[in-house]
């Protein structure tokens, strides 16, 4: 079995232990969700992964290539989509696209093709030569996923890529993420929106203080809680109630 990801033992501390010896795999052409509550360690996971944020111990492998041994070549098969998109407010989203891939060092006519292709498919082809400070959530969240998106990546790695979007760019935002997926591609997506997860994902992780406390497909995690009829909610509660509850509190 090939593995787009494989992350063994991984460790980092700041004020705390953040991650505390997390371990997992994500399977080639697989939609991998990993859930947590607030603070338990996903975005920070995903940083590491990302080569973003380096760890204190542990190994994460990207197709078999170490991101500290080797982070370039990780990086061109890696996307890298955060909660809040990033972009260049004064270019338009078809000069974002050409930039992005220049950047890559992806062939001019063949970075022209991505960058039209996925400005059609997400629906911005109306506001390809408009600047992007005007746009609204929604509309940037969708050109950072086609920045990402334009270097063709193995696999994608999304923090709440759902987080404001209304239904309209939600569901478009998940038809392409499923697109890309049975094209082959991997995803990793941690999401607070538990239907979106039970919907979506083959396999499902969840976290809690940095660690990997239950992992499976939907029907493995019902197994586990002894209950065939159970939603994802109510796994999930089952699972991090006590943690959920101390948040809430100390919220």
């Known amino acids: 079995m090939e593995f787009a990801l494989k992350v ?10 953040a991650v505390n010896n997390l371990s997992f795999n994500v399977r080639a052409g697989e939609f991998y969700a990993l859930l947590g509550p607030n603070g338990a360690g996903k975005t920070t996971s995903l940083r590491m992964v990302a080569g973003l944020l380096r760890q204190d111990h542990g190994s994460i492998e990207v197709f078999g290539a170490n991101t ?11 996307a890298w989509v955060p909660d809040e998109p990033m972009i260049y407010d004064r270019l338009t989203p078809l000069e974002y696209l050409e ?5 890559w060092g992806i062939d001019a006519s063949q970075a022209q093709r991505n960058a039209h292709d996925l400005l059609d498919w997400l629906r911005l082809a109306p506001h390809a ?10 509309m940037r969240q969708k050109v950072a996923l086609a ?13 709440e890529p759902l987080t404001g979007l209304d239904a309209g760019s939600a569901r478009l935002v998940k038809d392409v993420l499923l697109s890309r997926v049975e094209q082959g591609c991997s995803v990793i997506m ?3 929106i538990l239907e ?23 029907d493995e995690l019902r197994q586990a809680g002894g209950r065939g009829d ?4 109510e796994i999930f509660l089952q699972l991090v109630g006590d943690e959920t509850l101390v948040e809430a509190e100390a919220a």
């Not at 500290?68 to 890696?78: C, F, G, R, S, Y």
């Not at 030569?129 to 005007?134: K, Q, V, W």
Request: charged residues 25%; proline residues 4%.
């Open 99 to 103: 930039f992005v891939a220049g950047l």
């Open 196 to 218: 979106v997860a039970e919907r979506m994902a083959e396999r499902i992780g969840v976290i809690a203080s940095g660690k990997l406390i239950a992992e499976g497909t939907l």
């Open 147 to 159: 920045g990402a998106l334009v270097h063709e990546p193995k696999l994608i790695i999304l923090d």
């Open 129 to 138: 030569n408009e600047r992007c400070e005007g746009f609204s959530k929604g």
């Open 190 to 192: 941690t999401t607070h």
């Open 68 to 78: 500290l041994h080797d982070p370039v070549a990780v990086k061109q098969m890696v």
């Open 8 to 17: 063994t033992d991984l460790v980092k501390t700041f004020d705390r232990p």
């Open 230 to 233: 159970q939603s994802l909610e």
